[in-house]
Nanobody, 119 residues
Framework: VQLQASGGGLAQAGGSLRLSCAAS????????MGWFRQAPGKEREFVAA????????YYADSVKGRFTISRDNAENRVFLQMNSLKPEDTAVYYC?????????????WGQGTLVTVSS
């Protein structure tokens, strides 16, 4: 199983970026897919997840109303649209997947993509 994240880069505060994660090695339609991030000197934290069952989405309080997660099961991809970016969103963003709730545990990690937000 491989998760390949892309779309990171430099954005100004208030701007937008869209992250994409391509999954391969199996079908992920019955897996939760989502995103975590790790800022310099901090622990990795949950950002957002898309549940395969029921189509529910979950967000960290810090990104609610600004970030939107979506997925394309036909393409085995998950996306993270990030709007109204803040300098505190600067981090390496990792896509992740698990058959269970991602907030409980992660089975597979992607390699990460760096997002830098300037003030």
């Amino acid at each position: 199983v491989q998760l390949q994240a892309s779309g990171g880069g430099l954005a100004q505060a208030g701007g937008s970026l869209r992250l994409s994660c391509a999954a391969s090695g199996r079908t992920f339609s019955s897996y939760d897919m989502g995103w975590f991030r790790q800022a310099p000197g901090k622990e990795r934290e949950f950002v957002a997840a898309d549940s395969w069952s029921g189509g529910s989405t979950y967000y960290a309080d810090s990104v609610k109303g600004r970030f939107t997660i979506s997925r394309d099961n036909a393409e085995n991809r998950v996306f993270l649209q990030m709007n109204s970016l803040k300098p505190e969103d600067t981090a390496v963003y990792y896509c992740a997947t698990n058959q269970k709730d991602l907030r409980v545990g992660v089975k597979y990690w992607g390699q990460g993509t760096l997002v830098t937000v300037s003030s």
